[in-house]
């Protein structure tokens, strides 16, 4: 079965600071591991994916994300936030076994600060 | 740009009572989803629909809940008697190819069910 663990449940940092969220996961299998973000009073929008292929997946509003296979770890980052980018960023991940089911993470709330 | 839509954006009933939220997914999409988040927990899967019939369900979709697309452009999420633990946000999402063929979870903004 798989599991995606969200180690921090609130992040602040003030504006044009980099900034890290933390996403682990266990399958027993190959993984696609995805971040979504979801802006007060919306539903949830993808920011990137990882499929298969090169580690390092790049997503919209500057965000990125590594895979390590190792770690059991799919981190996002972003080098300089914006206010704009509060927000709930859920890490999931899907595998072969699952099919099209998506299990979350518990979700982490980013606080830009100015 | 095409989007999930869903109504109504929130429902209160009374436990006992049945409730059908509805969603329009995206027009060509093929695969349809529901997934809930109870208050403070994770969003966890309900159910796939592709091709006119459950692909996938999670242990909590039980015999309280059922899925239909009737006309080809809603798909509804039906709970036949609402317990106080169904209070939660219900998600629709939509796709176009399976999610290990590349597809993408286009998601609604969610329909809060509150069970007084």
């Known amino acids: 079965a798989q599991s995606v663990t969200q180690l921090d449940s609130q992040v602040p940092v003030f504006e044009e600071a980099p900034v890290e969220l933390r996403c682990n996961y266990s399958s027993s299998v190959s993984v696609y591991l995805f971040w979504y973000v979801q802006y007060p009073n919306q539903g949830l929008q993808l920011l990137l994916k990882y499929l298969s292929g090169s580690t390092l997946v790049k997503g919209i509003n500057g965000f990125e994300a590594e895979f390590n296979k190792s770690q059991t770890s799919f981190h996002l980052r972003k080098p300089s936030v914006h206010i704009s980018d509060t927000a709930e960023y859920f890490c999931?991940?899907?595998?072969?076994?699952?099919?099209?089911?998506?299990?979350f993470g518990g979700g982490t709330r980013l606080m830009v600060k100015p | 740009e095409p989007e999930v839509t869903q109504t109504p954006s929130h429902q209160v009933t009374q436990m006992g009572q049945e409730v059908i939220l509805r969603c329009v997914p995206i027009?060509?999409?093929?695969?349809f989803y529901w997934y809930r988040q109870i208050l403070g927990q994770k969003v966890e899967f309900l159910v796939s629909f592709y091709n006119n019939e459950i692909s996938e369900k999670s242990e909590i979709f039980d015999d309280q809940f059922s899925v239909e697309r009737p006309d080809g452009s809603n798909f509804t999420l039906k709970i036949r008697s609402t317990k106080l633990e169904d209070s939660a946000m219900y998600f629709c999402?939509?796709?176009?190819?399976?999610?290990?063929?590349?597809?993408?979870?286009?998601f609604g903004e969610g329909s809060r069910l509150t069970v007084l």
């Open positions: 999402a939509s796709s176009d190819r399976a999610l290990q063929n590349t597809g993408e979870l286009f």
């Open positions: 999931a991940v899907s595998d072969n076994n699952a099919g099209n089911m998506l299990t």
């Open positions: 027009s060509n999409h093929l695969y």
